[in-house]
């Protein structure tokens, strides 16, 4: 079946440098994909969203880009803080009229000081 | 920005017992709340879709007889974990789609989740 899934199950990286996470989706039919951090024992908290017609967007500190060539999604943070060492899901939708949101592996970020 | 509030956020009970979690959506009005559930250093996954006024959607393979999902307000849905057993053990997350938006470009909103322990 399809699935969301991430290439690295950790990331470890210096403070202050930049981060990439990176994560695969294989259904051509999404049209939404959203990236969640989620800190240990609690829900997770939206980070930045883009859609289809996009391949690239840009937040605070973050940027999201989408390569629906090779159904590809990466989350880049820039200028990497401990207060970013979290687990990172990436997470997709499929339109409908429920559009549940379907959830990749996860990946944990560890920032060393 | 919009908040999600889970109740409890641990609860330990006896096997056999049954045990109520409460997600209410704090300053807007949710038409359509999520339920996950999801095991130590796993991903999360989707249980049920809960829709106000109308019986939940359960996922493949989650017993609906086992966690009953009511979805009684726009503000309120409760999942209730009957008879419950080790290995019901889980963390239990709730999130919240605004009533309105639309599906394209609208995250959900997540509660801190529920940890309970079966014992």
Redesign the interface.
Known sequence: GESVGLHLPTLSVQEGDNSIINCAYSNSAS??F?W?KQES??????II?I?SNMDKRQGQRVTVLLNKTVKHLSLQIAATQPGDSAVY?CAE?F??A?????????ITLSVRP | GAVVSQHPSWVICKSGTSVKIECRSLDFQATTMFWYRQFPKQSLMLMATSNEGSKATYEQGVEKDKFLINHASLTLSTLTVTSAHPEDSSFYICSAREAGSSSYNSPLHFGNGTRLTVT
Not at chain 1, 100 to 106: A, E, P, R, S
């Open positions: 049209d939404y959203i969640y024992g609690k829900g997770p908290q939206f969203d859609r899901f939708r339109t409908g429920n559009s549940k949101l379907t959830f990749g592996k996860g």
